[in-house]
């Protein structure tokens, strides 16, 4: 079954290579199939390290905004405020300015601020506050009789958290893990800056610096279909967690 | 078992102050099936909800079975709660969970083990008549049903109290009647307090033991409610009442009896009012018997409210003064509340 499995793969890829190897000796382009599917890896590397670090900094920092906000399970104004804050300054920087601004705390985090591993750091700043907002504004749309029924049997707000908000919000958090996916793809391209390769950045430098009009075109292809793929997993799952 | 001293609640809101309750003293027994009427606004929503602290006096004391709770640490306060169900008009249910796990939850909550929740759960959607639905979610469900899951969930503890909001308000009357059937077998079988909170009276009359009626964030009349229904005092007690026992003379009625009243002068208007007893008795047909007065029954209205008669009735006594006046007496002796209605009165009294 393994063995099968490998099998198909390897047809898929190679059956992939060849058709863009084709297109390629149609447009004329020097890139190789091989560039692509390595600069399709590092954007992967780059988005599912960063969605997994920054998924649960964001919803845990979601859920803080929630309750400690006035009226809200444990209110408190100060802490409130602050990550409110903070949340509104990173969030005014476009990517490119905050990945030069915080070279120095990289370098201070993962030893380097270039290359993949180094775009991970202001990546995962970028989108934590991100996904922090969306969170908020998910677990906010939970009806607030569901917490009132919740308060009335004695729940803890530890249990409300836990077996209210987020069962009640879990087909919204689907898609707003979908949106901030697709705002990753979007900022990975940027990361290019600093060196991090991936598919915005060979558009960005063969295409466009080097005036590569298949480079682009592929590119946008492949983004097109990436973010559509995302787009109807992530609206399929919150279909299937609102149980129609 | 509940009781409220001297109960009063502010809001503050851009420096406006509101007041939302306003010196409420009301005790509630052990089994009783407590109603709280008055339109929206009056405060009654705020009141039910001092009863499981889910909204905090500004003033006075509420106590449950002898425990002030303002005393309470956070932690009593949810063992409190635990022991007081509480159901919605919008049912609060979560839509994510199925029936079962809705009605598990608050099991969940005090980590019960998975065997006894299983065996509990399935015994409250038995009481409910819902087992079927189990595995079914709640938007799969029609409004009555919701509410019985909801009740099943307010039961899953064993409460003292049930706190229904509204309960029957957002459900057609046949769903109203069988969800009202459901909380009496509930007080009956587990002789659990309910108290609930409504702005219909039909719902009070019939199965409410007592009630308060509240207006403007406080209780203006309280008491048995065949005492009420009998004698409503306040303005909008009577409005209520008459909600459920129609007691205004229809315009028909009134028309005709212009007509007849020009031809007689010697002749009274009445209103009668029948409760209990006086209502099985044949007191009418006695006194047209006794033949000194003659009995113009212009429109009678009776209705059962606690398994005991009330009845109302328009009369037309015509005879001589002393006749009618004897009359009059005869009747107030055999328990029958009399009211003389001055002609001016019967054009658009109460509206």
Known sequence: MEQFNQTITTAFISAFISIIDYLGSLFSTRLTAMDFIEAAYQTLLMVSITLLIGAVIGIFLGICLVVTRPNGLLVNRPLFRFLNTTINLIRSLPFIILLIAIIPFTKLIVGTAFGTVGAIVPLTIYIAPYIARLVENSLLEVDQGIIEAAESMGATPIQIIWHFMLPEAFSSLILTLTTATIGLINATAMAGAVGAGGIGDLALSYGYRRFDTTAIIVTVIILIITVQSIQTVGNYLARKARHE | MIKFEHVSKQYERNGVITKALHDINLTIERGDIYGIIGYSGAGKSTLVRMINFLERPTEGEVIIQNQPLSSLSTHQLRSVRRKIGMIFQHFNLLESKTVFDNVATPLILVKESKAAIKKRVYELLDFVGLRDKAE?????????????????????????????????????????????????????????????????????????????????????????????????????????????????????????????????????????????????????????????????????????????VLGSMFVQLQGGQDDINQAVDYLRDHEVQVTKIEEKGINGERS
């Open chain 2, 136 to 308: 079914n979610y709640p938007k799969e469900l029609s409004g009555g049903q919701k509410q019985r899951i909801g009740i099943a969930r307010a039961l899953a503890n064993s409460p003292d109290i049930l706190l229904c909001d509204e309960a029957t308000s957002a459900l057609d009357p046949q769903t109203t009647q069988s969800i009202l059937a459901l909380l009496k077998k509930i007080n009956q079988q587990y002789q659990i307090t309910i108290v609930l909170i409504t702005h219909e009276m039909q719902v009070i009359s019939q199965i409410c033991d007592k009630v308060a009626v509240m207006e403007r964030g406080r209780i203006i009349e309280n008491g048995s409610v065949l005492e009420l229904f009998g004698h409503p005092k306040q303005r909008t007690t009577q409005n209520f009442v008459s909600s459920v026992i129609s007691d205004a003379i229809p315009t028909g009625v009134v028309e005709n009896l212009q007509a007849i009243e020009s031809q007689h002068t010697d002749s009274a208007l009445f209103k009668l009012e029948f409760l209990g007893r006086s209502a099985t008795k044949p007191v009418i047909n006695e006194l047209i018997l006794q033949g000194k007065v003659v009995v113009n029954i212009l429109f009678a209205h009776m209705s059962e409210v606690q398994k005991t």
